[in-house]
């Protein structure tokens, strides 16, 4: 059984590559994948080889972390069924070549425990669900312990952002700013105000939530916290980050990391679109069919109104 996947070879040279996957075994199923999405983030840092050193990272590689598709066959006493609509955060079924994360192809064999079902009326906006429970995850904190005090204000107003600043809507938080310094993507809020930073005289801030990935921003970040108040690194940060320790010193400030979604986050956010609490309407801006990943991998990362860019992968053998 073979797979097209996208393999990024080296840094900026990319191929879309047959494959040989592996033989099923029990606990496995094969999800035939219909869309998924390119990452700003990691996958940019993969793409121009910045990336720093992390498990599983080398060259070549199939990136993505974002697959919908449906299962195609599943093993003996499995909970899924074939046509089945599910979500795959990766998957690492490509013999020799990597999978970082190993989403982006045309078919996977993935552990079924990997695997979330998904609503059908999502459609290709079940990309998103990785975002959105890393989202969500970022405050509520996997359901360990209590949550964390949710963002006054939100660093950046990419999808990641615009879904912090939805979730704040939907809990009924109504008090909260979001800071985006290109004009392109300032628009597009509802229910919260989008500030150039220069245009924010606030300094009190109790929660900011950085999702820019910008490794540069922390010491201007604990500038606005009031006392005792908490700067959340959401976002991935490919150089070392640093901090003047005075300021931090005198408003005793707390940094805190947020990492990756587990699984009663990805349920909580399920449950938040179940209830129509939490939308995911607008967020995917670009579209390609999957040969054309080259030119889709160029604009998601050239482009400042490109949100979010899908690869189309149901017409592709």
Not at 19 to 48: H, M, N
Not at 125 to 144: E, K
């Amino acid at each position: 059984m073979n797979t097209q996947a996208v393999v990024i070879e080296q840094p900026q040279r990319l191929s879309l590559t047959p494959l040989r996957l592996p033989t099923p075994q029990a606990g496995d199923v094969v999800v035939e994948v219909e869309f998924s999405g390119i990452s700003t983030g990691t996958e940019r840092l993969i793409w121009d080889g910045t990336m720093p050193m992390f498990p599983g990272m080398g060259y070549p590689l199939v990136p993505g972390y974002e697959a919908v598709g449906r299962v195609i066959a599943v093993g003996a006493d499995s909970t899924h069924w074939v046509g089945q609509r599910v979500f795959v955060p990766g998957a690492r079924c490509f013999g020799e070549v990597r999978g970082l994360f190993g989403a982006s192809a045309s078919r996977l064999v993935v552990p079924e425990a990997k695997v979330v079902p998904v609503d059908e009326k999502l459609g290709e906006r079940a990309v998103l669900l990785a975002l959105a429970a890393t989202a969500y995850h970022s405050v509520a904190g996997g359901g360990q312990g209590q949550p964390h005090t949710p963002p006054d204000l939100i660093v950046g107003h990419g999808v990641l952002g615009r879904l912090l600043a939805r979730m704040n809507v939907a809990a009924g938080i109504q008090d909260f700013t979001v800071w985006e310094t290109n004009p392109v993507r300032q628009s597009g809020a509802t229910g919260y105000r989008v500030l150039h930073p220069q245009d924010d005289p606030r300094r009190d801030y109790r929660a900011i939530y950085d999702v820019s990935g910008d490794a540069g921003l922390l010491d201007s970040l604990i500038g606005r916290l009031g006392f005792g108040g908490e700067v959340v690194l959401a976002g991935f940060y490919a150089q070392p980050l640093s901090l003047n320790f005075p300021p931090a010193f005198m408003r005793e400030a707390r940094i805190r990391v947020a990492a990756e979604w587990k699984k009663p986050d990805m349920w909580a956010v399920n449950a938040l679109l179940h209830a129509g609490r939490l939308s995911l309407d607008g967020l995917l801006t670009h579209s390609e069919p999957a040969e054309r990943a080259q030119a889709a991998y160029t604009q998601a990362f050239g482009d400042a109104a490109c949100l979010k860019m899908v690869l189309d992968w149901r017409h592709h053998a």
